[in-house]
Nanobody
Framework: QVQLVESGGGLVQAGGSLRLSCAAS????????MGWFRQAPGKEREFVAA????????DYADSVKGRFTISRDNAKNTVDLQMNSLKPEDTAVYYC?????????????????????WGQGTQVTVSS
């Protein structure tokens, strides 16, 4: 059972930046791909970004490409999401997730149903 804890959310003005971090309770570097998802009020949870177990491959939703960067530190069992040029439409609860996947399969990384473990979420609010 992998436990995930997110941190780093908050309130920021449009155009600003935030860095989210997710800490895992055990080593995820060799077996788990990691992802970030978000859920805005009244909307379904959606894919934001994901990274392969090695950190060598990453995928992004079109809405965040060029603004968000996902990274991981397998020695520390953490995965971060650097969010720049934030927009009001980025306002949501952001969730960290992990799935057992020791190879890169892009379609799997983007598929919310593939993720086995979830954090409790952290609120990100972007004011206009």
């Amino acid at each position: 059972q992998v436990q995930l804890v997110e941190s780093g959310g908050g309130l920021v003005q449009a155009g600003g930046s935030l860095r989210l971090s997710c800490a895992a309770s055990e080593r995820t570097g060799t077996n788990y791909a990691m992802g970030w998802f978000r859920q805005a009020p009244g909307k379904e949870r959606e894919f934001v970004a994901a990274i392969s177990w090695s950190g060598g491959r990453a995928d992004y939703a079109d809405s965040v490409k060029g603004r968000f960067t996902i990274s991981r530190d397998n020695a520390k069992n953490t995965v971060d999401l650097q969010m720049n040029s934030l927009k009001p439409e980025d306002t949501a609860v952001y969730y960290c997730a992990a799935q057992r996947l020791s190879v890169y399969i892009g379609a799997f990384l983007k598929n919310i149903k593939r993720y086995d473990y979830w954090g409790q979420g952290t609120q990100v609010t972007v004011s206009s």
